[in-house]
């Protein structure tokens, strides 16, 4: 999953970094607050993110409260890394938009539990927006068939296009989920084919 870190600190920026390569992750690398929220307004953004709290212009929860202020703001997992560990900073954090919170110095281990957490919560996220998009595809295609469908009193054909009709067969199936068998009701027995075999 791709992964973008914000931390103004060379050495922890860089160490950060190959830790999070190391565990499979396509990381992305900004020194700041600014270059970080310059990132998320561009197309194709990380969903993953690891702040660092303390940076030159905007500070991790900056660019939490940013982030959530965009359209894609729920497809967001924002993790802070700080030194500030009070009750009261966490809090704060998680306040500003924060998903997650890690103190420094962090264990390893703690921080790749923790961006596992974030991997999974965004997967379930994007999955349940794909889900949602294909929902309203489906609503959208059952709409069209509630409006008035011209169709042909003798072939039974349904106008679509100016000058393009097409068997209600195929026109619901293009149109719907719907699959057609084909029968003969009574009426159309007693009418048509019983008057047939009876000829033969």
């Known amino acids: 999953m791709r992964t973008l870190i914000a931390e103004d600190d060379p050495v922890s920026r860089r160490a950060l970094e190959a830790t999070l390569a190391r565990w499979g ?30 940076m030159p212009g905007m500070s991790g ?68 927006e794909e889900r949602i998009q294909d929902l309203e595809r489906a609503l959208t295609e059952v709409r069209q068939l509630r409006g008035l469908l011209p169709i042909c009193a003798y072939c ?8 393009y009709w097409r068997s209600v067969e195929s026109y619901f199936q293009q149109h719907s989920d719907a699959r057609f068998s084909h029968g003969i009701c009574p009426e159309c027995y007693e009418n048509i084919v019983k008057p047939g075999l009876e000829e033969l």
């Open 25 to 54: 992750y396509d990381v992305e690398v900004t020194s700041d607050g600014n270059e970080a929220w310059a990132r998320l307004q561009e197309l194709d953004t990380p969903h993953l993110l690891v702040l660092d709290w303390m």
């Open 156 to 163: 039974k054909k349904i106008k679509e296009g100016e000058d």
């Open 61 to 128: 929860p900056d660019v939490c409260r940013r982030a959530r202020s965009l359209t894609t703001g729920d497809l967001f997992y924002i993790i802070l890394l700080t030194a500030k560990g009070r009750v009261e900073d966490v809090v704060d954090g998680l306040d500003a938009g924060a998903d997650d919170y890690v103190c420094k110095p962090y264990h390893n281990d703690e921080l790749r539990a923790r961006v596992r957490s974030g991997q999974r919560i965004i997967e379930l996220r994007m999955a349940l």
